[in-house]
């Protein structure tokens, strides 16, 4: 078998997107990149039960070789976002509580907060809605991912990308949590939202954020 620690990975994040809240039940999916393709989560079987042989490979065409399981529905928005998107080697597709929310009432997150920075730019956008499953949700989460890391998909979830598992994890969870505290001021009135010039700001300091390695 291919990709054992690649498997293990995928089946790692997986059971944290549920442990963590960010999911539910065997909705949403996890990908990473591999040679010639991608490992992706499969259908209708839920996340502590899964084995590293329930992962299933697919190709970048869409084909699924050998005898494996069924993959995902969201197989395309996975497949398309690595044939767009060169530097993504991972895609967590989740229904948290509040990304959720906002997706049902097709609102954009607007720059409430700069750490939406996370995500590549000054808002997290929603898409427009399609059915599950369908190349038309993948065509319109592939616009609303322009110059971003994550998004929202209307009546439905939310999308991240990353270089790796552990950053598209990272994004998605930031993106839930800025949707919390997005959606309780939105109770008490119209939260005051970052200029673009500070956002612009926010992004260049982002560029050198957290631990950077030493020039001796």
Excluded at 87 to 99: D, I, R
Excluded at 196 to 216: I, N
Aim: hydrophobic share 40%.
């Amino acid at each position: 078998m291919r990709f054992i620690r690649e498997r293990r990975l995928v089946i790692d994040f997986a059971r944290k997107m549920n442990d963590q809240g960010l999911n539910q039940g065997t909705s949403g999916n996890v990908s990473v990149r591999v040679e010639d393709g991608f490992l992706l989560t499969p259908t209708g079987i839920a996340y502590e039960d899964l084995t590293i042989e329930d992962l299933v490979e697919v190709r970048h065409d869409g084909r699924v070789p050998g005898f494996q399981r069924t993959p995902s529905s969201e197989w395309r928005i996975h497949r398309d976002v690595y044939l767009a998107r060169g530097e993504a080697n991972a895609v967590v597709h989740a229904h948290p509580m509040f990304a959720t929310t906002l997706a049902m009432l097709r609102r954009d997150i607007p720059a409430v907060h700069y750490m939406i920075a996370v995500a590549g730019g000054s808002t997290v956008r929603c898409s427009g809605y399609a059915t599950f499953g369908t190349e038309e949700l993948s065509r319109l989460a592939l616009q609303a991912l322009e110059g971003r890391k994550a998004c929202l998909l209307a009546n439905h979830g939310m999308l991240a990308v990353g270089k790796d598992l552990p950053e598209a994890f990272k994004i998605a969870r930031e993106i839930e949590f800025l949707a919390a505290q997005y959606w309780r001021a939105l109770q008490v009135g119209e939260p005051h939202v970052l200029d673009d010039a500070e956002m612009e700001r926010v992004l260049e300091k982002f560029q050198t954020y957290g631990q950077q390695k030493r020039k001796w």
